[in-house]
Structure formats: structure tokens, C-alpha cells
Nanobody, 121 residues
Framework: QVQLVESGGGLVQAGGSLRLSCAASGRTFSRTAMGWFRQAPGKRREFVAAISWSGGNTYYADSVKGRFTISRDNAKNTVYLQMNSLKAEDTAVYYC??????????????WGQGTQVTVSS
């Protein structure tokens, strides 16, 4: 079992920045692929970013490429999502996910509860 707890969401103006954190416990974090997904009201959950267990490979949705950065600190069992140049369309609940394989599909084994990000225009 893996427990994931997201933090760092909030209200920010367009053009601003936020950094989301996801603290993991319960499983060897350093061997776990991690992903961030988001879901806006009335929309399907969509892929945002993912990172391999080593941190050597990262993947991004086209909509966030160049603005968001995913990283991880295996010593702290934490994955981060730095979000810059935020837009109103980034407003959503952001979910952290963990699994054995890094993928852009929502097929991760474990999910956090989500953290709300609201970008005002």
C-alpha cells in the first residue's frame, strides 16, 4: 500500500505560480513511478506530468509543457509539481498518483485525495 497526500493548492492570479507537493508513505518510494493528473468540473481526468522512479525521465502534457516542472526527492519521499505562468484553464483538482510503470494513462495503482488549484483571470 502507498498513501499519498497532496498539498500546495490554492487561489492564484493568472500568470502566477504554485508548487504542489505529494508526500508518499508505505512503499519503497524510490522505486515508484509518479504522476500528476487533474480534473476540472464536468471534464474527464487528464494527464499533466509524470516522472520515472529515478527522476531521469519526465513527461508532460502539451498544454503544460514549458510551464510546469515535475521533480522528486526520493530522500523525502516527495514529488513536486512547479506550476508557472498559470492560466485560468489550469483550474482543476490536481491528483498525485503512484505506480510501478510511468505512464500518461490514469492506470496508476494509488491516488491521493486531490488538491484544488484555482486560477483567477
Amino acid at each position: 500500500q502507498v498513501q499519498l497526500v497532496e498539498s500546495g493548492g490554492g487561489l492564484v492570479q493568472a500568470g502566477g505560480s504554485l508548487r504542489l507537493s505529494c508526500a508518499a508513505s508505505g512503499r519503497t518510494f524510490s522505486r515508484t513511478a509518479m504522476g500528476w493528473f487533474r480534473q476540472a468540473p464536468g471534464k474527464r481526468r487528464e494527464f499533466v506530468a509524470a516522472i520515472s522512479w529515478s527522476g531521469g525521465n519526465t513527461y508532460y502534457a502539451d498544454s503544460v509543457k514549458g510551464r510546469f516542472t515535475i521533480s522528486r526527492d526520493n530522500a523525502k519521499n516527495t514529488v513536486y509539481l512547479q506550476m508557472n505562468s498559470l492560466k485560468a484553464e489550469d483550474t482543476a483538482v490536481y491528483y498525485c498518483a503512484a505506480g510501478t510503470i510511468v505512464t500518461v494513462d490514469p492506470q496508476y495503482d494509488y491516488w491521493g485525495q486531490g488538491t484544488q488549484v484555482t486560477v483567477s483571470s
